[in-house]
Each structure stands twice: as structure tokens, then as C-alpha cells.
């Protein structure tokens, strides 16, 4: 079982930005995609950003110009920086490798 634990949430301004990171154990990170999701109150949890073992990324169109997922192997560390955000961006945010899940952190973006 990969154990991810995420961490970088926080409450910002509409157009403020954020960085979340996912640290993760064991050497997966080299051989699984990953992938960082969100819930709002109400809603169906959606697919925010993904990362593939060889740094190949998509994204929701939502998120498209202002998000961005990267890796560091090194570290088994996957990052999402979010700019520009906006209030519907706020969320719990997952990130997700295979069938497990992190804890998730809070993301709030009000004036």
C-alpha cells in the first residue's frame, strides 16, 4: 500500500497562489502516474491535474494555464502550484497514486 501524505493548503485571496505537495513512500514515483483531485461541498470528486511515470501531464480545462502538476524523484514529492485562483477553485484537494489516497488538504480561496 503506497502511504501519501499532502500537505500546503491554506485560505488566499482570488488570485492568490498556492502550492500543494504530496510526499510519498516507498520507490513509486518512478513507476506509477499520480495524480492530484478535488471535492467541493456537494460535487462528485474531479480529476484536477495528472503527472504519468515519465512526466507526461494533462489537466482539467478549469484548471488549464494557471495550474501546474510536476514530480521530483529525488524527493518522491509530486507538487501542484496553483495561481490565479478563484473562488471555485475552492476544495478539498487529494492526490491519488493506483487505488490510494492521501488525507486531504483544504484549499479555500475567499475575499
Known amino acids: 500500500q503506497v502511504q501519501l501524505v499532502e500537505s500546503g493548503g491554506g485560505s488566499v485571496q482570488p488570485g492568490g497562489s498556492l502550492r500543494l505537495s504530496c510526499a510519498g513512500s516507498?520507490?513509486?514515483?518512478?513507476?506509477?502516474?499520480m495524480g492530484w483531485y478535488r471535492q467541493a461541498p456537494g460535487k462528485e470528486r474531479e480529476l484536477v491535474a495528472r503527472?504519468?511515470?515519465?512526466?507526461?501531464?494533462n489537466y482539467a480545462d478549469s484548471v488549464k494555464g494557471r495550474f501546474t502538476i510536476s514530480r521530483d524523484y529525488g524527493k518522491n514529492t509530486v507538487y501542484l502550484q496553483m495561481n490565479s485562483l478563484k473562488p471555485e477553485d475552492t476544495a478539498v484537494y487529494y492526490c491519488?497514486?493506483?487505488?490510494?489516497w492521501g488525507q486531504g488538504t483544504q484549499v479555500t480561496v475567499s475575499s
Open positions: 516507498g520507490s513509486i514515483f518512478s513507476i506509477y502516474a
Open positions: 503527472i504519468s511515470s515519465g512526466g507526461s501531464t
Open positions: 491519488n497514486c493506483i487505488d490510494s
